[in-house]
């Protein structure tokens, strides 16, 4: 399993901005759950956002709920996450990350589910 992001940038406070997550999978991408993770220097990696992509059920954190909204197109095996009203809070480099399978007994939200992980995509958000 591959996952690639894409997409992050530099953007005001207030903006809107789109990631994605293209997948490379074996398996249909509707056996998979991906996950957004961000993470800022110093910080722990913090759950953003989750998809079981087998019924479209959507978690987020507190943080974002109301203003991130992740969403699937399995005609391109893409998973986006739309930030709308950023903050310099948002600031961080975001990781996908997927996991065959549903979440299990630890949740979406627990980076320790996830066994593949695709490199950062930066977003910076300026006052």
């Known amino acids: 399993v591959q996952l690639q992001a894409s997409g992050g940038g530099s953007v005001q406070a207030g903006d809107s901005l789109r990631i994605q997550c293209a997948a490379s999978?074996?398996?249909?991408?509707?056996?998979?759950?991906i996950g957004w993770f961000r993470q800022t220097p110093g910080k722990e990696r913090e759950f953003v956002a989750a998809?079981?992509?087998?019924?479209?059920?959507?978690y987020y954190s507190d943080s974002v709920k109301g203003r991130f909204t992740i969403s699937v197109d399995s005609s391109k095996n893409t998973v986006s996450l739309q930030m709308m009203s950023l903050g310099p809070e948002d600031t961080a480099t975001y990781y996908c990350?997927?996991?065959?399978?549903?979440?299990?007994?630890?949740?979406?939200?627990?980076?320790?589910?996830?066994?593949?992980w695709g490199q950062g995509t930066l977003v910076t958000v300026s006052s």
């Open positions: 990350a997927g996991r065959q399978g549903g979440c299990g007994g630890y949740g979406c939200s627990s980076r320790s589910i996830y066994r593949y």
């Open positions: 999978v074996r398996a249909a991408l509707s056996r998979y759950v």
């Open positions: 998809i079981a992509l087998s019924g479209s059920s959507t």
